[in-house]
């Protein structure tokens, strides 16, 4: 990755405790190859409830679709409600 990228992308890891467990890697696998095909520097910003998804599983899941994590950043978060 460039020092400073084109582009972020913030993808909130909500998913996997809503959907079925395919649908999450899926989506990631999507979103890496669109990334790969882009012509321009971009990094993926990752964030997730450390209470509902661990760091660790964060990081497998994105790990499979991207294997080279160079251009992503994990941030944890605790007790966020997207939902009432």
């Known amino acids: 990755m460039s020092a400073r990228p084109d582009v972020s992308i913030v993808l909130e890891l909500d ?9 999450a890697p899926r989506m ?4 890496a190859a ?6 321009i520097a971009a990094e993926l910003i990752v964030a997730h409830d450390d209470e509902d998804v ?14 080279s994590r160079a251009d992503v950043v994990f941030v944890p978060v605790r007790s966020v409600a997207y939902y009432a």
């Open 34 to 39: 669109e990334i790969e095909d882009l012509p």
């Open 54 to 67: 661990s760091g660790d599983d964060a990081r497998a899941l994105v790990d499979r679709a991207f294997p």
């Open 28 to 31: 990631l696998q999507r979103l």
């Open 15 to 23: 998913n996997p405790r809503r959907t079925s467990a395919d649908r």
